[in-house]
């Protein structure tokens, strides 16, 4: 594995960090729709 720093892999870092953060999000709006039906 290649440990290597390159912008690239920040960028792929920085978007699974913020595509892990709007799921959990969505997770908790879609348990307080459910808490509203």
């Known amino acids: 594995m290649n440990?290597?720093?390159t912008p690239e892999h920040?960028?792929?870092s920085v978007l699974f960090k913020s595509f892990t953060s709007l799921?959990?999000?969505f997770n908790l709006?879609?348990?307080r729709i459910l808490?509203?039906?």
């Open 3 to 5: 440990t290597r720093y």
């Open 10 to 12: 920040d960028w792929l």
């Open 23 to 25: 799921r959990a999000n």
């Open 29 to 31: 709006f879609q348990e």
């Open 35 to 37: 808490l509203l039906h």
